[in-house]
Structures are given as C-alpha cells and as structure tokens.
C-alpha cells in the first residue's frame, strides 16, 4: 500500500474516531488530546511520511470542517450531511478537504482514493455515491464556484 493512501485511511479512522467521540460527550473532547492519543496508540513515528501526510489531512479537514460541510451540503443533491452514513460523510470530507485546500494533488487522484476507501469501508453504494458528490464538487473548482 502506497504512504498515501495509508495516510488516507489513517485519516478516516481519526476522522471516524472524532466524530463519534463529539457526538457522545461533546464538551468533554478535546481535539489535540484525541490526535495524541490516537498517535500513541498507532506506534507510528513522527517522522514517517504516511504520518506527516496524514496530519496534514486531520488538521486541515478538521480545522475547516464548518466550510467543508456547507461544499458538501451544496453539492450532495437530496442528501442531509446527518442522513449520509460517518464513513462516507468523513470520507467526502478528507476528500473536498484535499480538493479545494491541496490543490498540488490532481483532483482525479483524490476522487480515486476516496472511491477506493469507500468501497472498503463503506456500504456496497457507498463508491458511487461518494465519487457523484465528489465529481459535482470537482466541476463546481473548475467552474470556479468553490
């Protein structure tokens, strides 16, 4: 598996973990108590480019979570962000993170990997559902709408 998309999953699962951790006692979590403690119980070093990446991935997502929401709220026609399944809400949110922030990665490549993830992760519709809203925010960068 490439550093990147291990970086990827890494960030699914942080993003996956958070979220539930929020929804269940939502004043008692703290976001760099929860991003070290999920470091430490990796036993990834510092240092390792699939880490460095992933980092990159959590903060940015998480440090534009309201504006990622409203791209994907605009973009994903009849679906309510609370009504998409955590994995593929996380998964369309790493990826629009990546899209509209990262721009050195070509947008083909991030709507693979997130299609890939979602079929591993995700339900039997989840490939095509995350790359429709993803393609739908894809078109809107290029349009310049984003």
């Not at 980092?55 to 973009?75: A, H, P, W």
Request: aromatic share 10%; hydrophobic share 40%.
């Amino acid at each position: 598996m490439g550093k990147r998309r291990r970086a990827r999953e890494l960030t699914l699962q942080f993003l996956y973990q958070y979220e539930i951790l929020k929804e269940s006692s939502p004043e008692d979590v703290n976001f760099s108590e929860v991003f070290d403690l999920f470091w430490n119980t990796r036993g990834i070093p510092s240092d390792d480019e699939a880490r460095r990446f992933a980092t990159v991935l959590i903060t940015g997502t998480c440090e534009n979570m309201e504006g990622i929401d409203n791209i994907i709220s605009r973009y994903s026609k009849h679906w309510k962000l609370s009504r998409m399944s955590k994995i593929d809400r996380n998964i369309l949110r790493m990826a629009t993170y990546e899209m509209v922030y990262l721009r050195n990665i070509p947008p083909a490549v991030t709507i693979n990997e997130a299609v890939e993830l979602a079929k591993k992760y995700g339900t039997e519709e989840s490939g095509a559902f995350v790359n429709g809203i993803l393609d739908r925010i894809r078109i809107a960068l290029e349009k310049g709408e984003i």
